[in-house]
């Protein structure tokens, strides 16, 4: 029998406030000492009373908007109480049945066919304190408490089972991952764990409507982990039917070395919360005008700038999606683009020429220096000046490569680089033939071969130009001197 697989994603993302969620503790602690921005509110301690962080709300509302989600006339904050060591209290505070965004969608494209991922719920609740487990010298395994996570905004993002395959989920957090930094709500940094997903995974008969028992796994901490897990989860859960065994729902955790899940508690329902309204917090009214406020602010969002990008500046679709995918980069693109007022046939051209170097020589550069736009020293005007080299013949494109390499990490312009280093394309016809002369001259045996039909005796003669002029000549009246000179030798 066929099965098919139902795929839900619950992804919990840090919000970029300055403070906690319901304290004035500041809210970046990724590089303090453990226990150190903490205070009696997040630590649980005894009759203290939380204050709503206005800023998450917004920030909440901002996405809910940005997902085409309904924004709620009326919130409320709920108790979520269940055990656990890095929950002091014994409960969060979290949002049921009223959150802050509800029903909307998220389209992602399949192989050019879109298809529409329905969001459940945005809303919003304090992180919890983080467990670091250790084991000791004599082999004793022992956890640790940090308590600086705990309060934190966190913003969860549900979506409905609408994906199919491991990949739509990938295409789907990439998305979310895109927007979320689009809009500026959240660093969305998945190694520092600001941008975490738990994957709902079931398996069905093909055809059939009713869902499986449901299993949720945990502990993933990058696209391809989550990827990976799915694939593991989705064969795990086939196997188990095709052996007449049963799915339990349960709780698994992904081990990301052994490329495995492991169970680690049964599936937990609502009911097991036991939620029931936050006494402290009495529930919250959005005003209309808020929310056309927050929606008047939003910024262009990736797929309408991918949408522009193929319209105004023609690139192809795969470029357009490559350079809107970071918002940075794509601002990037438009700071040079922005160098020359150009139009129409000029203007494509030229956008397409900025889009090869970015996504190639700049994008090998940045992953190898692990950079990102706001490190680079060079100036976008940089980009614009060595692409007019080279369409000049000024520079052929190997000798343009190395002076990128050189403005990326010196932030020097490349007439300037190109001066210093005697890096110029030799274009005068008389000295380009005096380098072919002499090629000829001392090769030969290579002559011979090219004259008795050996056409790749042509190529290690445009080599032994190259040699000669340093790699400065123009590779192409090198070869046009060369077939002319050899041509004549051979009448």
């Known amino acids: ?9 619950e992804v919990h993302s840090q919000l970029m406030t300055e403070s906690k969620m319901f304290c004035n503790c500041k809210a970046n602690y990724q590089d303090s000492s453990p226990n150190t921005t903490v205070c009696e509110v997040c630590m649980g301690m005894p009759g203290v009373l939380p204050v709503v962080n206005r800023k998450a709300i917004e920030f909440v509302i901002a996405t809910g908007l940005a997902l085409g989600c309904t924004i709620a006339e009326l919130t409320k904050f709920d108790r979520k109480n269940y055990p656990y060591p890095d929950l002091m209290k014994g409960y969060q505070i979290s949002q049921y049945d009223q959150p802050i965004a509800s029903e909307g969608c ?24 983080k ?32 994906m199919a395959t491991p990949e739509e989920a990938r295409l789907y957090l ?8 689009y809009i500026g709500v959240s660093t969305a940094n998945m190694e520092e764990g600001s941008f975490r997903c738990d994957a709902n995974i079931s398996i069905r008969p ?7 028992p449901r299993v ?7 696209f391809r982990s989550v990827y990976s897990a799915l694939e593991y989860e989705i064969d795990r859960q086939k196997r188990l039917v095709s052996d007449g065994q049963r799915i339990i729902q349960e709780t698994r955790g992904w081990v990301d070395d052994r490329g495995v899940t492991v169970s680690q508690r049964t599936k937990e329902y609502a009911s097991d919360y036991r939620y029931f309204p936050e006494p402290d917090i009495p529930p919250l009214s959005i005003k209309l005008s808020l929310v056309n406020h927050i929606k008047a602010s939003l910024p262009e969002l990736p797929h309408d700038r991918e949408a522009r990008f193929v319209q105004e500046y023609g690139l192809p679709a795969y470029d357009s999606g490559l350079l809107t995918s970071s918002k940075s980069e794509a601002d990037f693109f438009e700071s040079i683009m922005s160098v020359k007022n150009l139009e129409g046939k000029a203007k494509k051209e030229f956008a397409k020429s900025v889009s090869n170097w970015m996504l190639g020589e700049l994008a090998r550069l940045v992953n190898a220096t692990n950079t990102t736009v706001s490190d680079f020293c060079f100036k976008p005007e940089h980009i614009a000046e060595l692409i007019d080299l080279v369409d000049s013949k000024t520079l052929n494109l190997g000798m343009a490569k190395v002076i990128f390499e050189q403005m990326f990490h010196t932030g020097d312009n490349p007439a300037k680089i190109a001066e210093e280093q005697g890096i110029i394309q030799i274009t005068d016809v ?11 001259d001392t090769n030969s045996g290579a002559v011979n071969d090219y004259l008795s039909g050996k056409g790749s005796a042509l190529g290690f003669l445009v080599g032994q130009v190259m040699k000669i002029t340093n790699g400065n000549a123009d590779p192409k009246l090198v070869t046009k001197q060369l077939k002319d000179k050899l041509d004549s030798i051979g009448k």
């Open 1 to 9: 029998m066929n099965y098919n697989s139902v795929i839900g994603l």
């Open 106 to 129: 998220l389209t992602i494209d399949i192989d050019g066919k879109m298809k529409n991922v329905g969001i459940t719920r945005v809303h919003l609740e304090e992180d919890v304190a």
């Open 131 to 162: 467990l670091i487990h250790r084991t000791a010298s004599d082999g004793e395994s022992y956890s640790l408490l940090d308590v600086n996570r705990a309060g934190v905004a966190l913003m969860e993002i549900v979506s409905e089972p609408d």
């Open 174 to 181: 990439a998305k979310l991952h895109s927007i979320l930094r």
């Open 206 to 212: 093909s055809g059939s409507t009713e869902l499986g």
């Open 216 to 222: 949720e796994v945990k502990n993933m901490n990058s």
């Open 430 to 440: 008389e000295v380009v033939q005096l380098a072919v002369d002499e090629a000829i």
